[in-house]
């Protein structure tokens, strides 16, 4: 089973805490999932880390849930909000003589994730969506231009209707080496004005 560490689930944990304001409990519960994952570096078993990236509300814990769960492996499930915050993650993996991959989930539509996150338990403001979804894509292309051997695999996710159930999907994209990698990222950078533009369809 994979030990994954998230801090949503996190700041289920901390006094006073309630969904109705994750917002203001997320710094710390950041810090305590960075904390938990130096140490996991240290005293797992475990040979490969997963540090995962995407916009909130993307299908991140679904992805998890779903393919890696289940697998000996150490999983960050978070954004990657930063390009520096993420350095940081991959030399700390590689100096524990850990192997590190990024899995990037980007949702297929903008709109159906931003309804997704309107809809959670949890509340953030508006921008945390605009800006995890413009800074994830951003870090992700930083990693593959400066990070030649840190694999970097893509997921698209989309919602499938079976009756009235509804269920997430996940197809990975095929990309014929790093310099289409970046490519594909390059082409697909939002800042948060080009965000808010393809959520509302301006």
């Known amino acids: 089973m994979a030990f994954i560490i998230s801090a949503d689930e996190i700041k289920k944990t901390l006094p006073g805490y309630s969904p109705a304001k994750s ?6 519960s950041a810090k305590l999932a960075d904390k938990t994952f130096e140490e996991a570096l240290k005293s797992r078993s475990e040979k490969t880390v997963i ?14 849930s779903a393919y890696l769960a289940k697998l000996r492996l150490i999983v960050f499930d978070g954004t990657l909000p930063s390009f520096e915050g993420a350095k940081i993650k991959i030399k700390k993996t590689l100096k524990a003589g850990k192997k590190v991959e990024i899995h990037l989930v980007l949702p297929n539509d903008l709109l159906v994730a931003f309804i997704a996150f309107l809809n959670r338990e949890r509340k953030f403001s508006l921008g945390h ?12 292309l930083d990693i ?7 694999p970097i695999k893509i997921f698209v996710s989309d919602v499938d209707y079976i009756g009235h159930r509804q269920t997430m999907t996940f197809k990975e994209l095929k990309l014929n080496g790093r310099g289409e990698l970046i490519e594909f990222m ?10 808010i533009k393809a959520v509302f369809n301006l």
Do not use: C
Not at 23 to 28: C, D, N, T, W
Not at 51 to 64: F, P, Q, R
């Open 186 to 195: 390059k082409q697909n950078q939002y800042n948060e004005e080009e965000i």
């Open 129 to 140: 969506f605009y800006r995890t979804h413009s800074s994830s894509r951003q870090t992700v």
């Open 51 to 64: 540090l995962m990236s995407g916009g909130t509300a993307s299908g991140k814990s679904e992805y998890v």
């Open 144 to 150: 593959a231009q400066s990070f030649n051997d840190i």
């Open 23 to 28: 917002e203001l409990f997320h710094r710390q």
